[in-house]
């Protein structure tokens, strides 16, 4: 009976790229030779965070990195299953020495697999070498050292990809047809597509002409589709690293481009790990409000007010356009989330959990450790951040003066005049008549008086964040969780 030799695995998961990714390189540099493996896991396809659009997104990513490996003579063995038993059936033929992957702050599905996956590697001696992932870290305890920490990551030279070409194994016909994935991709219009050579291609523009409008246009819902870096998507999917990027806008200062542009941006990674880092040491917030204070704020669910907000159907034709635009594209800026966020909590008063699963699934780019966060934040249920009720008129008036974005994504309303698209609600019907636009029928009627709802809001959060519960979590969350100097974070 022929003896096993042994080999390593490498898994992919939210670390779709070759450059810069340390725990690939580990694997490569390891004496056994090496399997790449990505595996689309039934129990993710189906989860409610995720739609075909993503899945597209990470095929798109696994056709490039597959392109790169040809010159080494292998590719990413991609199939479909549960991850232990694809594990059991390569260890039928081989002895798995080790198994190298980057650390994942998922969402409680991934927390779970990755336990059972722990538990298999025990039981069968193979060594997990998970590596720290856009130096988020993992078992702190509180945030005193994590600036100096998180910036000494940032500081690691960028590992180029050393492939050998007789490093990695090909395992092709030994799994069952049942594991076997067959990439099909589609280009869907309007839509970013995966992959770290596209990811490169708006990092460059973003950092040769882009950026110099970065500040001023970063709340404009049409003007910072071009302005903003577009990259989250790629950073989501790790088709790129957060420190290749902070590296080369920290070139791009030192170059001689504006440092207030790119100061702004490089910020914004920093603010973006200090995100993920919250949620990788409460994770709870998944399902629970972080400040259990607000476990007594009772929200009753209104089916009807639900779908409207979800198919943008409010009457406001900022937030409809948004959420148009967002189901479409995948995309929309920072206030714009925001801003969706407060309307169904605030205004439309329903509790932040009815929403945080669709607006994730609607998301490119969505990043467990930065939505459930920032969801919370806007909500108001943190005790901790400043209370922001967003009025989307004046956001309309201010950040789409001319009604672009809102013409291009509710166009039933593109024949108004700028006096009207913000507000249609107040046409008469003679005005009605002559744009032939019936509101109520051919656009809703607002569904909400937002000027009451912003005062009850406004008087039951502040009422509840003066409760001795919810100042006794605030402390608690505030000890935890911000970092030294909190003023000076940006």
Known sequence: MRSKSEVNVFWFKRDLRLIDNPALQAAIDAKEPTILLYV??????????????????????????????EKFETKIHVL??????????IS????????????????????????????HCKKNKIKWNEFEHNGVIRGLKNRQTWRKLWL???????????????????????????????????????????????????????????????????????????????????????NISVRYV?????????????????NAFTSRLRWQAHFIQKFEMESRMEFESINRGYKDLKKRINNKFLDAWKTGNTGYPLVDASMRCLFQTGYINFRMRAMLVSFLTHHLWQPWQSGAQYLGRLFLDFEPGIHYPQFQMQAGVTGINML???????????????????????????????DLIHEPWKMTSIEQQFYNLRIGKDYPSPIVDIRLTFKNASRKLWGIRKEKMVRKESKRILSKHTLPNRNNFD
């Open 40 to 69: 689309f896991e039934p129990e993710m396809m189906i989860d409610e965070h995720y739609t075909e659009r993503d899945w597209n997104f990470v095929q798109q990513s696994l056709i490039h990195l597959n392109n790169t490996l």
């Open 80 to 89: 479909f299953g549960d991850f232990i038993e694809i594990l059991e059936t």
């Open 92 to 119: 039928e033929q081989y002895i798995i020495k080790a198994l190298y992957s980057h650390q994942e702050t998922g969402l409680l599905r991934t927390y779970k697999r990755d336990k059972k996956v722990l538990e």
């Open 152 to 238: 000494e990551y940032m500081s690691i030279p960028i590992q180029p990809f050393k492939g050998k070409k007789n490093q990695f194994l090909e395992i092709k016909n030994l799994f069952p047809k049942k594991y076997r994935y067959q990439i099909k991709t589609k280009d869907i219009s309007g839509v970013q597509i995966g992959g770290t050579n596209y990811a490169l291609a708006y990092l460059n523009g973003f950092l040769k002409n882009r950026y110099k409008t970065y500040q001023k246009n970063i709340s404009k819902p049409m003007d910072s589709r071009e302005s903003c870096s577009r990259l989250s998507p790629y950073f989501a999917w790790g």
């Open 246 to 262: 902070w590296q080369a806008a920290e070139q791009a200062k030192a170059s001689g481009k504006s440092r207030f542009q790119l």
């Open 388 to 418: 922001r009720i967003y009025n989307p008129v004046k956001n309309s008036l201010e950040h789409d003066p001319k009604g672009l974005f809102i013409k291009k994504w509710v166009p039933e309303l593109s024949k108004l005049p700028l």
